[in-house]
């Protein structure tokens, strides 16, 4: 985004026009928000919530410095009032670490996030225990979450054994869309039964020789899904392996509307997730967008 040229531009505009739209150019673009909050007091004012909707987290270093970013009021003239903790929406989270309990505790608006399955386990163990945590209790009472898992490598990575009754966390329940980056067999690695809201999953196509595409069909024995998506990593299969699996889906859905196929690249992986949570269409409505193309 040229934000030398943005700016001056809807500065001649009435003022709830301009403001609607630098809202909008905060939500499309980190570096144009950071801009316009060092432009003047007014658009600092505007622009500084919009800072802190999206994150990511790469490295373990930056890991830290977000948690002291969040961990206390940031002190602000024009909003007295502000929390960081409490504007942010959206976080990918690359590096593992048991900081991301604490970042979970403190931002109670997260509702889409990625991260590796391991980071998901100390999130699932930290609502797992009696009597539930602040985070845990608000999880209960109202979270549905979106989450990206990068890599599930263990067929144990669902944490399928912690849903019994005597160990009962709430997380499994708030989670409504599931995409998986990658992962292992279908036939070992995705117990995920005990999601029991779970409505949409995305499972990626990359390795033709463990992958058996009719085992993805047991995932409709699930309690609540209603839309699967097979994602075919198109920089990791062979161009036989892709129109194998593309016919596949094609042919399945002469008798089940609900498998739809889309193609990625694992390196875009990050581009795509952010464009989807910075009010883009999301996997579902391209992946319903491209199988339709392709049928029509």
Known sequence: ????????????????????????????????CVALSNLSSWTRTLALPYLYTTIVVKKYAMSASFWLAISKPLPVAQLPDFRPSACVKSLWIAPVSNTIVKIFSRCENIVNFALPAENLHW????????????WGQRIKNRMDYQVLVLEAKRATWSLAHLA?????????????????????????????????????????????????????????????????????????????????ALDWVLQIRTTNQKVYVLDSHSENLQEEWEDEVRGGLDIWERAEKYTLNLTS
Request: hydrophobic share 40%; net charge negative; aromatic share 8%.
């Open 164 to 244: 019994d009754e005597t160990q009962k966390t709430p997380f499994f329940d708030a989670v409504t869309h599931l995409r998986i980056a990658a992962v292992g067999s279908y036939s070992t690695h995705l117990e995920l039964a005990h999601f029991k809201r779970l409505s949409h999953i995305a499972i990626p196509y990359h390795r033709p020789d463990i992958h058996n595409l009719p085992d993805l069909l047991r995932i409709f024995d699930f309690p609540a899904t209603i839309f699967l998506v097979v994602v075919l990593v198109t920089d990791q299969i062979s161009s036989a392996d892709y129109q194998s």
């Open 123 to 134: 999130l699932v163990h930290s609502t797992s225990m009696e009597p539930l945590t602040t």
């Open 1 to 32: 985004m040229d934000t030398d040229r943005m700016i001056p531009l809807t500065l001649s505009l009435p003022p709830e026009l301009r403001q609607h739209v630098l809202r909008y150019a905060c939500i499309l673009s980190t570096s144009f």
